[in-house]
C-alpha cells in the first residue's frame, strides 16, 4: 500500500516562501511522473507542476516562474519550493502520480494573505 505525505505549508505574506514535500512510502515505481495539485476552497483540485522520471518539469502558467518541483527518487521524496506567493495561491496541495492513481495524502494547508 503506498502511503503519501505532504508536509511544509503554513501561513505566509504576500511575497513570502514556503517548501513543501512529500514523502512517498510502500512501493512505487520511482519512473512515475508525479505531481503537486491544489485545492482552493469552492474550486476543484488542479495539477500546478509535474516532474518526469527524467527530471523534466512542467507547470500551470499561473506559478510559472515562481514555484519549482523536484524530486530525490534515493529519498523517494518530492519537493515544491514555492516563492513570491500570493493570496490565490491559498490551497490544500496535494502530491500524486500523474495522472493520479495512488490513494490521496491528508495535504498540507497553504494560506497566503494579503
Known amino acids: 500500500q503506498v502511503r503519501l505525505v505532504e508536509s511544509g505549508g503554513g501561513l505566509v505574506q504576500t511575497g513570502g516562501s514556503l517548501r513543501l514535500s512529500c514523502a512517498v512510502s510502500?512501493?512505487?515505481?520511482?519512473?512515475?511522473?508525479m505531481g503537486w495539485y491544489r485545492q482552493a476552497p469552492g474550486k476543484q483540485r488542479e495539477l500546478v507542476a509535474r516532474i518526469f522520471s527524467g527530471g523534466s518539469t512542467n507547470y500551470v502558467d499561473s506559478v510559472k516562474g515562481r514555484f519549482t518541483i523536484s524530486r530525490d527518487n534515493a529519498k523517494n521524496t518530492m519537493y515544491l519550493q514555492m516563492n513570491s506567493l500570493k493570496p490565490e495561491d491559498t490551497a490544500v496541495y496535494y502530491c500524486?502520480?500523474?495522472?493520479?492513481?495512488?490513494?490521496w495524502g491528508q495535504g498540507t494547508q497553504v494560506t497566503v494573505s494579503s
Open positions: 500524486n502520480r500523474v495522472p493520479f492513481n495512488l490513494p
Open positions: 510502500g512501493s512505487t515505481s520511482r519512473v512515475s511522473t
